[in-house]
């Protein structure tokens, strides 16, 4: 069964500052997709960024990007220039086709100002 | 274009009671995913529907169930409820069908936090 595994229960960062949260899985599929969601305090989660396995080239989205390290099974997320409003709860998640999403139990990021 | 509903927003309830929690998808979504968030868990996915069929199922007892209507709108449905049944429950939806980004753009509503007493 697939697993995806955040190995940092919490973590904070000074703003301005730039902050990397790790995600592991495992998988024997060739083919299949990562994701970051965040989780403000307000609940409402949300789509950070995406990356699909079999595209080599990091994702990026504005101050996020990620550290995609295929044989590694490795998946992490890279914020830079952190501010108050990323203060929230951050996902790992992991999908291929036809199959559920899998979360991992979670990263707590504090940006502390 | 009104994001994913959940009602009600908060549910207190008793061992032994039963529960349905409602979900309204983003109008033209058909996929419609359900989760349980508790500490230290994170997600634990619970079931998704298409079409009004259950597409997937996680690995939860028999209590937990579902259905999706034909306007796509869900319930799920807790029966004898076990105090560990306390946890947000998250519903996600997404177009459910065609390419990459129409099947996995989960977009998910604000959860209903159930406690049971």
């Known amino acids: 069964a697939q697993t995806v595994t955040q190995s940092q229960p919490e973590m904070s960062v000074q703003e301005a500052e730039t902050v990397t949260l790790s995600c592991t899985y495992d998988?024997?599929?060739?083919?299949?997709?990562l994701f970051w969601y965040k989780q403000p305090p307000s609940r409402q989660m949300i789509l950070v960024i995406r990356?699909?396995?079999?595209?080599?080239q990091n994702a990026t989205e504005n101050r996020f990007s990620v550290n995609f390290q295929k044989a590694a099974k490795s998946f992490s997320l890279k914020i830079s220039d952190s501010q108050l409003g990323d203060t929230a709860m951050y996902f790992c998640?992991?999908?291929?086709?036809?199959?559920?999403?899998?979360f991992g139990t979670g990263t707590s990021l504090t940006v502390i100002p | 274009k009104a994001g994913v509903t959940q009602t009600p927003r908060y549910l207190i309830k008793t061992r032994g009671q039963q529960v349905t929690l409602s979900c309204s998808p983003i109008?033209?979504?058909?996929?419609v995913s359900w989760y349980q968030q508790t500490p230290g868990q994170g997600l634990q996915f619970l079931f998704e529907?298409?079409?009004?069929?259950?597409?997937n199922k996680g690995n939860f007892p028999g209590r937990f169930s579902g259905r999706q209507f034909s306007n796509s709108r869900s319930e799920m449905n807790v029966s004898t409820l076990e105090l560990g049944d306390s946890a947000l429950y998250l519903c996600?939806?997404?177009?459910?069908?065609?390419?990459?980004?129409?099947?996995?753009?989960?977009?998910f509503g604000a959860g209903t936090r159930l406690s049971v007493l």
């Open positions: 996600a939806s997404s177009l459910g069908a065609g390419g990459f980004l129409a099947k996995n753009i989960q977009y």
């Open positions: 990356q699909e396995a079999y595209k080599q």
């Open positions: 109008s033209g979504h058909r996929s």
């Open positions: 998640a992991f999908w291929e086709t036809g199959n559920q999403f899998y």
């Open positions: 529907y298409f079409s009004e069929t259950q597409r």
């Open positions: 998988t024997s599929e060739s083919n299949y997709y």
